[in-house]
């Protein structure tokens, strides 16, 4: 079953938007995400898709050409990294209120300045609040993977809510690697037809998209929001069930990777998480009881599950590959240990920033942190909580 | 992973390293492994030192970093011995594949003791006398999968023929050229 292929991370989402076959897609190029509007332009001019390829003069267009699409009831897609995200920044919010459900490919890349265009989660922790489901991917398979099931997330009536699909800007947008494809036809059938309830162009039903929203209702539609955000835990649990059925391939909140008897334990997200597995592998070997929560779901968070999957082991180190420069720690270290609070469970927790910018994180690097843990594991002191890992000098 | 093959290339900006990376990718999957091919991105100009990695392993790779302990590595561009430290991290028990004409105490004194195989080709020669113009990464390429024994002679050339009637579709011309640069460099690769 599947196709057996080797696709850069890029191509994965521009192979899943094929197939998805959106009515629009509006995209500004951005290194690293460049490819992906790139290639899908190729396939609209092939006559391989008959989507509609807007190509902007901004990313802020290209947002804004999403929702005038989406709202007018078409199901809409876009590509960004990095600044372009930055410049969608103020449509971002408006995607979400208007509760229209566009998906995005974010190619994650650190956000200027100074001028850098390699990889970290500088651009997505930027929009965490933004009222978007977050799904992150460790590999160019999950890149693919996450796609096919955006959509039937996003539009499910009790979410309706935006979805951005990440993945690592270059350490997989631009690594050929194996993945297996699904055929045309089962895609088509698994994402199935856009039927929105409400839409501009329906003109049965005269609808505003979008009106002033002043004191008497905005709190109440933002209580909504994050109502629907809170039922897209349920709904992505359901979707990704269907996708098991159909491909074999098992996606959860998050992935725990030898975690059933793990003391020490590190949680993170994308690309790291498979370094983190080499590590973990290595130190099993050794007879360290080593353990990876990768998480998939970033928004919704998945509080509950995380605090109960955190609450036997012995020390947790959380890696951010942003920080969050508010002198405490970085967000998914905040969402972690928060989330464990309110379960009152109580493990030893610090956290790394580490690969800012594009700076190569490697096994041995990981092997590090879970040597720390060892250490407050053992003492149960956690010394400093706010740490970095793969900086040069010290601070 | 005790199969797990990791290479690096080393190039100048123009030359095709990256390309050779992803050819070598493309022929090692064909033969049913588990690939990736990534090059190392910085401000990438015609010229300036580029660096692309290769692992192929029997398994699923998940590492998702930089090669710092390679077991091979290609040099396709021999003017970079002078300014990159090439056998960086390269296993003793690996070797390093040269594009020069350099002899073999040259050689020697430009890799700075290491211990391994040391292995040359002048791509120059392969390139100009089958394709009329200079492409190191074509002869490079068959140089690695010669020294590294990823596949047999054989299978890589069936694959590649496949790769090259795909890539050149649009100036099939040159796929005879490519060919015949991949079956001469085979042959023209030599331990120092």
């Known amino acids: 079953m599947g196709i057996r292929e080797r696709l850069s991370g890029n191509e994965a989402a521009a192979i899943a938007m094929k197939q998805i076959n959106p009515d629009v897609v509006a995209a500004f190029p951005i290194t690293p995400s460049t490819e992906i509007p790139q290639y899908f332009s190729s396939f609209v001019s092939n006559g391989e898709v008959d989507t509609e390829f807007v190509a902007v003069e901004s990313e802020h267009s290209a947002m ?175 979707v990704s069930a269907d996708f098991e059925r159909l491909t074999g391939r098992k996606y959860e909140f998050f992935e725990k990777y030898k975690m059933d008897d793990a003391e020490t334990v590190i949680v993170c997200m994308n690309s790291t998480a498979g370094t983190a597995k080499a590590a973990v592998d290595e130190l099993r070997e050794q007879g360290v009881k080593a353990g990876l929560l990768k998480i998939r779901m970033f928004r919704p968070f998945p509080s509950e599950e995380v605090a109960e999957a955190l609450k036997n082991v ?67 002191n956690v010394g400093n909580p706010y740490r970095y890992l793969g900086l040069r000098g010290e601070i | 992973m005790s199969n797990l093959i990791e290479i690096r290339w080393h190039g100048r ?43 192929i392993s029997d398994e699923p790779i998940t590492v998702h970093s930089n090669i710092y302990e390679p077991d091979y590595v290609v040099v396709v561009d021999d003017t970079l011995l002078d300014c ?32 391994g195989n040391v292995y040359k080709i002048d791509a120059r020669k392969v390139s100009m006398e089958t394709l009329g113009k200079y492409f190191p990464n074509t002869p490079m390429l068959a140089a690695v999968v010669k020294v590294s024994g990823i596949m047999t002679d054989e299978a890589f050339l069936e694959d590649m023929i496949g790769s090259f009637k795909h890539k050149f579709a649009k100036k099939p011309e040159v796929i005879d050229g490519n060919m015949k640069a991949l079956e001469m460099a085979l042959q023209e690769v030599t331990k120092v």
Not at chain 1, 328 to 355: C, I, K, Q, R
Not at chain 2, 24 to 39: H, R, S, V
Not at chain 2, 88 to 111: F, S
């Open chain 1, 64 to 238: 804004s050409a999403c929702i005038g699409a989406q709202a007018a009831g078409a199901r809409a897609m876009t590509a960004t990294s990095a600044n372009g995200l930055s410049l969608m920044w103020e449509m971002v919010y408006i995607a979400s209120s208007l509760r229209l459900p566009i998906v995005m490919s974010l190619v994650n890349r650190a956000v200027s300045g100074p001028l850098n265009i390699h990889n970290d989660h500088s651009d997505a922790m930027g929009v965490r609040d933004s009222g978007w489901i977050m799904l992150f991917s460790e590999n160019n398979q999950e890149a693919y993977d996450n796609l096919l099931m955006a959509h039937r997330i996003a539009e499910h009536k009790d979410v309706l809510l935006p979805l951005m699909v990440c993945q690592d800007g270059f350490i997989t947008s631009h690594s050929i690697e194996n993945i297996e494809l699904l055929e045309d036809e089962k895609v088509k059938e698994f994402v199935g037809k856009y039927n929105p309830e409400h839409y501009l162009l329906n003109d049965k039903e005269p609808i505003a998209v979008g009106p002033l929203d002043l004191q008497a209702y905005l709190f109440e539609h933002k209580a909504q929001q994050a109502v629907a955000m809170r039922n897209a835990k349920k709904v992505i649990a359901e």
């Open chain 1, 314 to 380: 012995k020390a947790i180190a959380v890696l951010d590959k942003a920080d969050s420069l508010n002198g405490a720690g970085g967000a998914l270290f905040e969402d972690v240990v928060s989330g464990m609070y309110v379960a009152n469970v109580h493990v030893p927790t610090v956290n790394y920033v580490y690969g800012i910018g594009g700076r190569d994180t490697t096994v041995s690097d990981i092997k590090k942190v879970y040597n720390d843990l060892n250490e407050v594991a053992q003492t149960g």
């Open chain 2, 13 to 55: 900006g123009g030359q095709g390293a990256k390309t050779a990376s992803l050819l070598l990718a493309d022929a090692a999957f064909n033969t049913g492994k588990y690939i990736q091919g990534f090059p190392e991105y910085g401000p990438e100009r015609m010229g300036a030192p580029i660096t692309a990695y290769n692992r």
């Open chain 2, 84 to 115: 990159v430290d090439v056998t960086a991290g390269l296993k003793p028990d690996g070797a390093i594949i040269i594009n020069t004409t350099k002899d073999g105490e040259e050689l020697k004194a430009a890799l700075k003791g290491y211990t």
